[in-house]
Antibody, heavy 117, light 112 residues
Framework: QVQLKESGPGLVQPSQTLSLTCTVSGFSLTSYNVHWVRQPPGKGLEWMGRMRYNGDTSYNSALKSRLSISRDTSKNQVFLKMNSLQTDDTGTYYC???????????WGQGASVTVSS | DVVLTQTPPTLSATIGQSVSISCRSSQSLLHSNGNTYLHWLLQRPGQSPQLLIYSVSRLESGVPNRFSGSGSGTDFTLKISGVEAEDLGVYYCVQGTHAPHTFGAGTKLELK
């Protein structure tokens, strides 16, 4: 059974760094891509970036200077780090498995992140 | 970046009614490999998005066949033939042809 689960702090102070972990099961990180997608409260979806099956990464150009995605295949985990957080970074952060070309066929439950002092 | 424009933003339907959602792209989504990577997701209230249709018209496993997708190039349509109560939520198109991936703004399907 394919599963993804996001974990991390629910509250982050402005200007600080967000660290999230996506723990996967039921598939191999060396066979599938994992994307990060976020959703501000009451708004739509924004693609943040991707860890490819071969270890390559790509990022939304609007976030690239602040964002880093990495992984530990031995632990079946993909990590997101984003620095210089502001209040408009508040929202739900999802990790999602993608077969290829953005076919996101499995999603985590989402991690709610609030940026506030 | 590719801009996906979804219309209408909100759709009111009765149970059993057939409805369509449009997704128009700012550039062709035909990949150099001959495939078109335009997909549809449904996000039910309080839930994570789920994949409904991929590559324009391919139904994801387990998705009812009242959902269908069509289109080419820059114009795409999701059709629901006979809305059921479980279909309510926000529908998103997403493209995977061009980097970065981009989403439409969503179409909210609600009961009339």
């Amino acid at each position: 059974q394919v599963q993804l689960k996001e974990s991390g702090p629910g509250l982050v102070q402005p200007s600080q760094t967000l660290s999230l972990t996506c723990t996967v099961s039921g598939f191999s990180l060396t066979s599938y891509n994992v994307h990060w997608v976020r959703q501000p409260p009451g708004k739509g979806l924004e693609w943040m970036g991707r860890m490819r099956y071969n270890g390559d990464t790509s990022y939304n150009s609007a976030l690239k200077s602040r964002l880093s995605i990495s992984r530990d295949t031995s632990k079946n985990q993909v990590f997101l780090k984003m620095n210089s957080l502001q209040t408009d970074d508040t929202g739900t952060y999802y990790c999602t498995r993608a077969v290829r070309y953005g076919v996101m066929d499995a999603w985590g439950q989402g991690a709610s992140v609030t940026v506030s002092s | 970046d590719v801009v996906l424009t979804q219309t209408p933003p909100t759709l009111s339907a009765t149970i059993g009614q057939s409805v369509s959602i449009s997704c128009r792209s700012s550039q062709s989504l035909l990949h150099s490999n001959g495939n078109t990577y335009l997909h549809w997701l449904l996000q039910r209230p309080g839930q994570s998005p789920q994949l409904l249709i991929y590559s324009v018209s391919r139904l994801e496993s387990g998705v009812p066949n009242r959902f269908s997708g069509s289109g080419s190039g820059t114009d795409f349509t999701l059709k629901i033939s006979g809305v059921e109560a479980e279909d309510l939520g926000v529908y998103y198109c997403v493209q995977g042809t061009h980097a970065p991936h981009t989403f439409g703004a969503g179409t909210k399907l609600e009961l009339k």
